[in-house]
């Protein structure tokens, strides 16, 4: 072998070393990258993604607290009491002392100074009250045809009064009872043995009576200035479908849809004209008038500081005019600043953001910054609305809110079997939602509802007056 073909074997070889070489970095700076996006995904938790509190591991950072003011727990000398406050009796028992407890002398009933009073609140003997109506039947002497006496006049044809109805209602709609529950609740204790069977079609009943305090719930958002909205999931014979929700101060409507998309929402807020208070999802730009919300877009940042450099400085520039916009939202709301004030304040800060916007977008080192930028700029102004209109928070917390009895009834159960079930659920808990948020008890909405189905009368309204 000579020179020139030990030289080639020699380069061939090197050429093939520096590939092996090449190719071997490359797989490593993959393989560190997914490393480094596995262990991100480790560390999400409810407060840096849409997680619920429940999923976070013992290991989770914990809620910021306040700091520790140096005091032992409990009350603090000095402080005013908390006491309960005396109800107003509907029995009163005097009691007199026998003897005296010094020297045991006898008492006589001359009473020195006012009582000391101690109340008892305590249960009656609870007992379904039975009542049988016996309907005669008379034959006519004129044409031997036979004729059966009528209920009397606001009894219900159902086996089940009004209050019953009211009290399974509101055990499933608000309090979460699952219907084999609510049976045994029945018969140990109020002493009525009763079939799960039967259980159901209580609920149904309820659900088809609020058929039309539901449509008129659902005309009234339509109808509102501003609106949360979210969406969580749900279940329809094992089938994943959605649960949309949109709530004012006053009411809450919640729909249960087969998919999660613009047609869903719409199906839901179909001629709605105002502000929608929401996250970015693209269902809702639909809608011209949005307030985007700040808690998801702070709660996004926090996992992005995360990265990192540059994305963690451009996360943490942005996640520092997140606080400047809760501190500007909390001093208007909190001490009662005037919105001219607020408008000047945002004003400053919108202009910091969008200068930390533009730059990161023009950033050419970093792919993720560049994306999260652009896509914030594409709905910027819609992040601004609380600051204008009146009605407006810049998050949607209420909305999350609205949907949290939603989600823990998800959590216990197998959602709905049927479509007509998932009438009944949207329409219960549209209605404990609605009271709920006007300080009405449910209980006493659906005595109200049922006795008036009974009458043949129109329907309670779920909506103010």
């Given at each position: 072998?000579?020179?020139?073909?030990?030289?080639?074997?020699y380069?061939?070889?090197?050429?093939a070393?520096?590939?092996?070489?090449?190719?071997?970095?490359?797989?490593?700076a993959?393989?560190?990258a997914r490393?480094?996006?596995?262990?991100?995904?480790?560390?999400?938790?409810s407060?840096?993604s849409?997680?619920?509190p429940?999923?976070?591991?013992?290991?989770a950072?914990?809620?910021?607290?306040?700091?520790p003011?140096?005091?032992?727990?409990?009350?603090?000398d000095?402080?005013?009491?908390h006491?309960r406050?005396?109800?107003?009796?509907?029995?009163?028992e005097?009691?007199w002392?026998s003897?005296c407890?010094g020297?045991?002398s006898?008492?006589?009933?001359?009473?020195?100074?006012?009582?000391?009073?101690?109340?008892?609140?305590e249960?009656?003997?609870?007992?379904?009250?039975?009542?049988?109506?016996?309907?005669n039947?008379?034959?006519c002497?004129g044409?031997?045809?036979v004729?059966?006496?009528?209920l009397p006049?606001g009894?219900?044809?159902?086996a089940?009064?009004?209050?019953?109805h009211?009290?399974?209602?509101?055990?499933?709609?608000?309090?979460?009872?699952?219907?084999?529950?609510?049976?045994?609740?029945?018969?140990?204790?109020?002493?009525c043995p009763?079939?799960?069977?039967?259980?159901?079609?209580?609920?149904?009943?309820v659900?088809?009576?609020?058929?039309?305090p539901?449509?008129?719930a659902?005309r009234?958002i339509?109808?509102?200035?501003?609106l949360?909205?979210?969406?969580?999931?749900?279940k329809?014979?094992?089938t994943?479908s959605?649960v949309?929700?949109?709530?004012t101060?006053?009411v809450?409507?919640?729909?249960?849809?087969?998919?999660?998309?613009?047609?869903?929402?719409e199906?839901?807020?179909?001629?709605?004209?105002?502000?929608?208070?929401?996250?970015?999802?693209?269902a809702?730009?639909?809608?011209d008038?949005?307030?985007l919300c700040w808690?998801?877009?702070?709660?996004?940042?926090?996992?992005?500081?995360?990265y990192?450099?540059?994305t963690?400085s451009t996360?943490e520039?942005?996640?520092?005019v997140c606080?400047?916009?809760?501190?500007?939202?909390?001093a208007?709301?909190?001490?009662h600043?005037?919105?001219?004030r607020?408008?000047?304040?945002?004003?400053?800060?919108?202009?910091r953001?969008?200068n930390?916007?533009d730059d990161?977008a023009?950033?050419g080192?970093?792919?993720?910054?560049?994306r999260?930028?652009?896509?914030i700029l594409?709905?910027?102004?819609?992040?601004?609305?609380f600051?204008?209109?009146d009605g407006?928070?810049?998050?949607?917390n209420?909305a999350?809110r609205?949907?949290r009895?939603?989600?823990?009834t998800?959590?216990v159960?197998f959602?709905?079997?049927?479509?007509?079930g998932?009438?009944t659920?949207e329409r219960?808990?549209?209605?404990?939602?609605c009271?709920?948020?006007q300080?009405?008890?449910?209980?006493?909405?659906?005595?109200e509802?049922t006795?008036?189905a009974?009458?043949?009368?129109?329907?309670p309204?779920?909506?103010?007056?």
């Amino acid at each position: 072998m000579d020179r020139a073909e030990a030289e080639a074997i020699y380069d061939a070889g090197r050429e093939a070393v520096v590939s092996v070489l090449l190719a071997m970095s490359e797989q490593i700076a993959a393989l560190t990258a997914r490393v480094d996006e596995l262990e991100r995904q480790v560390a999400r938790n409810s407060r840096n993604s849409s997680k619920p509190p429940s999923s976070d591991p013992p290991w989770a950072p914990k809620p910021k607290l306040k700091k520790p003011s140096g005091r032992k727990r409990g009350g603090q000398d000095g402080h005013d009491g908390h006491h309960r406050q005396l109800y107003v009796p509907d029995r009163v028992e005097v009691e007199w002392p026998s003897s005296c407890s010094g020297c045991g002398s006898s008492l006589g009933r001359c009473a020195d100074g006012a009582p000391s009073v101690h109340q008892v609140a305590e249960l009656p003997q609870v007992v379904v009250e039975i009542i049988e109506y016996q309907l005669n039947q008379v034959r006519c002497m004129g044409c031997d045809g036979v004729t059966y006496a009528p209920l009397p006049e606001g009894v219900s044809r159902s086996a089940f009064g009004p209050r019953l109805h009211a009290l399974v209602g509101t055990l499933t709609a608000d309090s979460r009872v699952s219907r084999r529950n609510v049976r045994d609740l029945l018969d140990t204790v109020f002493g009525c043995p009763i079939s799960l069977g039967a259980v159901d079609a209580m609920v149904q009943r309820v659900g088809s009576h609020l058929e039309a305090p539901y449509e008129e719930a659902v005309r009234y958002i339509r109808a509102a200035d501003v609106l949360c909205v979210d969406e969580t999931g749900w279940k329809i014979a094992g089938t994943r479908s959605w649960v949309w929700g949109a709530f004012t101060p006053e009411v809450g409507v919640l729909r249960i849809d087969h998919e999660r998309s613009s047609d869903a929402a719409e199906r839901l807020l179909a001629g709605f004209t105002g502000v929608v208070s929401c996250d970015r999802y693209g269902a809702y730009r639909q809608y011209d008038e949005r307030q985007l919300c700040w808690a998801h877009l702070d709660r996004n940042l926090t996992d992005l500081a995360a990265y990192p450099e540059p994305t963690r400085s451009t996360a943490e520039g942005l996640k520092a005019v997140c606080d400047e916009v809760f501190t500007a939202w909390r001093a208007y709301a909190d001490e009662h600043q005037d919105r001219a004030r607020l408008r000047r304040r945002v004003g400053q800060i919108k202009s910091r953001m969008r200068n930390l916007l533009d730059d990161a977008a023009s950033n050419g080192r970093d792919k993720k910054a560049r994306r999260i930028a652009r896509g914030i700029l594409r709905e910027f102004d819609c992040f601004w609305t609380f600051a204008w209109v009146d009605g407006v928070e810049p998050t949607n917390n209420d909305a999350e809110r609205g949907l949290r009895r939603t989600v823990i009834t998800r959590k216990v159960s197998f959602g709905n079997q049927t479509q007509r079930g998932a009438r009944t659920t949207e329409r219960l808990q549209t209605a404990a939602e609605c009271c709920r948020r006007q300080s009405r008890s449910l209980y006493e909405y659906l005595v109200e509802l049922t006795d008036a189905a009974t009458r043949g009368d129109p329907a309670p309204s779920l909506t103010p007056a």
